[in-house]
Nanobody
């Protein structure tokens, strides 16, 4: 069964760090497009970071140099290391995967950045 399950969200103070993980069962990560999206209250869902099968990464400008997407092909996990977190990073974060033209989404995990 192909599915994505996130973990690792929570509350952190501004300037802190969190690491999100996504268990990507049923995926072949070295050929799939994977990524992390987020949706803040009252805003559209936006792509935060993506990684192609070949390993190239893309980030939105607001998280460059703070967030890092990575994957472990053998463990079938996708991670998002988030450093120097800001209140505007508060959102529900979703793991995303696309393989053979089919898109998959995780259930989402809440990240709250506040003092």
């Amino acid at each position: 069964q192909t599915q994505l399950v996130e973990s690792g969200g929570g509350w952190v103070q501004p300037g802190g760090s969190l690491r999100l993980s996504c268990a990507a069962s049923g995926f072949t990560l070295h050929t799939a497009l994977i990524g992390w999206f987020r949706q803040a209250p009252g805003k559209d869902r936006e792509g935060v970071a993506t990684m192609k099968g070949g390993g190239s990464r893309n980030y939105i400008d607001s998280v460059k140099d703070r967030f890092t997407i990575s994957r472990d092909n053998a463990k079938k996990t996708v991670s998002l290391q988030m450093n120097s977190l800001k209140p505007e990073d508060t959102a529900v974060y979703y793991c995303y995967g696309k393989e053979s033209g089919v898109e998959y989404w995780g259930q989402g995990t809440q990240v709250t950045v506040s003092s």
